[in-house]
């Protein structure tokens, strides 16, 4: 089952913060994060593993609880430049990789 | 740039045609991935191969298949096309066990 995320969409200024999350009805073993811009390929921005392990982007950060099966992005002091569709992503290697429903996010100067 | 390559980047072709989207993936990632977008929604898994074998199947029609060969590279061949089949097809490419995908450019699939 696709992991959903909340909000659906958020409008920010500049500057502002932000939070989405990503929950899933099945366990999450890891999590990746993904921002994809109208029309444009979707581009890896940080994967969050078993055990709090964490590898990506300087500038955004995230968490993940295994036992609730969620990941949060944390958007800080967001630029323009954040706006775009946000996904969760998981599975991979023998498993379906599934998105989440996605969130919108725009940043108003 | 993630490395990742795809063609022909625009195809428009009518109902009942078949058509093949290339993908060349990021120099030794060894899994390849399909996906299809339609307009604004999410991205839907079709289907995944790693060094040449299927691994994974999501929903994908009977309609669509695909391969991997031995250079790695991986053709997505959609026949008997239907107007529903315009999409954004992307591809992706990974090469470590936690799986986060490298996207190409996508090519955009337009059924008249």
């Known amino acids: 089952q696709q992991p959903v995320q909340s909000p659906q969409a958020v409008i920010l200024r500049e500057g502002e913060d932000a939070v989405i999350n990503c929950s899933s009805s099945k366990a999450l073993y890891s999590v990746h994060w993904y921002r994809q811009k109208h029309g444009e390929a979707p581009v890896f921005l940080m994967i969050l593993l078993k055990g709090g392990e964490q590898k990506g982007h300087d500038k955004i950060s995230a968490s993940f609880n295994e036992k609730k099966q969620q990941s949060s992005l944390y958007l800080t002091a967001s630029q323009l430049s954040y706006s775009g569709t946000y996904f969760c992503g998981t599975g991979g290697g023998t498993y379906k990789y599934i998105f989440g429903t996605g969130t919108r996010l725009k940043v108003l100067a | 740039d993630s490395g990742v390559t795809q063609t022909p980047k625009h195809l428009i072709t009518a109902t009942g045609q078949r058509v093949t989207l290339r993908c060349s993936p990021r120099s030794g990632d060894l899994s390849v991935y399909w996906y299809q977008q339609s307009l604004d929604q999410g991205l839907q898994f079709l289907i995944q191969y790693y060094n040449g074998e299927e691994r994974a199947k999501g929903n994908i029609l009977e309609r669509f298949s695909a391969q991997q060969f031995p250079d790695l590279h991986s053709e997505l061949n959609l026949s008997s096309l239907e107007l529903g089949d315009s999409a954004l097809y992307f591809c992706?490419?990974?090469?470590?066990?936690?799986?986060?995908?490298?996207f190409g450019p996508g090519t955009r699939l337009t059924v008249l």
């Open positions: 992706a490419s990974s090469g470590t066990s936690y799986n986060e995908q490298f």
